[in-house]
């Protein structure tokens, strides 16, 4: 059998699976992980509704200090569900901020099927109806790895929830859908020979490389790893490259989705949301505030 009849049946069903759909971007689960009032951490538990009926599940946290600072709007990664990414941002419920997280279509309790194009909508949806419930409080939008790709997307695109957006952050995210699929497929042997076909069928009309300077004038910070082997770092440079100011730009020595695993690190995050840049001493740390560069300003 030649080599092109070997890779036939490989081509053919990376098509059939990835064509017309994104869902191969999805690992949901409807497993309890992770129950935050154990520790303390009590939440409402609401129910949204999406543009088209669905009943999508979200948590609010309320903060656990007098005077509160702002509410969080945290999108997860791509796997699992709330009860398991809750952990990642829960905590900053301890420094004043109340926080809001919503598991996508398909994932824990929401109902519906995954899908990219309608979990945008559904971003677009709970932002908005966050920022009616608090009107006169600053509001962050936080996503992590393809909830940084799609809320940053969101915020970028939707001009009156950009608008009411106090800053961004985007942690461990990715500049294009079809090169995160073509890096994830090269580095197994079973998927590698249709890494180039795969990654053509992946949508580039939410690609974040393209819209991230549209988040500009609101604050950017752009949190990676420099350790992290699912999405490469070189995907942070090229996102703070392309975006405007001001922007800023958190590495540390660490892995994907790692970086509050670190007290330094915490503590930028907390300084960012408070002024917009990160720490003028920070050795790990780049604020771009206009054109030129600099290093810990």
């Not at 006169?136 to 997307?153: C, E, I, N, R, W």
Request: glycine fraction near 8%; proline fraction near 5%.
């Amino acid at each position: 059998m030649t080599r092109v009849n070997i890779l036939r049946p490989l081509l053919v069903l990376a098509c059939v699976w990835l064509a017309g759909c994104t869902q191969v971007m999805f690992y949901p689960s409807d497993k309890t992980f992770y129950k935050p009032e154990e520790k303390g951490y009590f939440y409402d538990d609401l129910t949204l509704f999406a543009f088209d009926g669905i009943e999508l599940d979200a948590w609010l946290f309320p903060a656990r200090t007098a005077g509160r600072k702002g509410v969080v709007a945290y999108f997860h990664g791509n796997s699992n569900n709330l009860s398991y990414h809750v952990i990642q941002a829960g905590w900053l419920t301890d420094e004043g901020y109340d926080v809001f997280m919503i598991d996508y279509r398909g994932f824990g309790d929401s109902q519906g099927e995954v899908d990219l194009a309608n979990s945008l909508k559904d971003i677009r949806t709970s932002l908005r109806w966050l920022y009616a419930q608090y009107p006169d409080t600053p509001h962050f939008v936080y996503g992590q790895s393809l909830g940084a790709a799609m809320s940053g997307f969101v915020v970028a695109t939707t001009p009156d929830v950009k608008a009411a957006t106090q800053a961004v952050v985007l942690d461990s995210g990715f500049s294009a859908y079809p090169l995160i699929v073509q890096q994830v497929m090269s580095r197994n042997w079973l998927t590698w020979p249709v890494q180039l076909p795969a990654s053509w069928l992946l949508p580039i009309k939410f690609n974040p490389v393209d819209v991230i300077a549209d988040i500009a004038p609101v604050p950017l910070l752009i949190v990676h790893g420099h350790d992290d082997k699912l999405v490469e770092y070189s995907h942070a440079e090229t996102l703070f490259a392309a975006a405007h100011a001001p922007k800023s730009l958190l590495s540390f020595a660490g892995g994907h989705n790692q970086a509050w695993l670190d007290e330094d690190n915490r503590q930028e995050l907390l300084y960012f949301l408070a002024n917009g840049k990160l720490k003028p001493e920070g050795d790990r740390a780049v604020n771009v505030t206009s054109d030129a560069v600099s290093q810990g300003q």
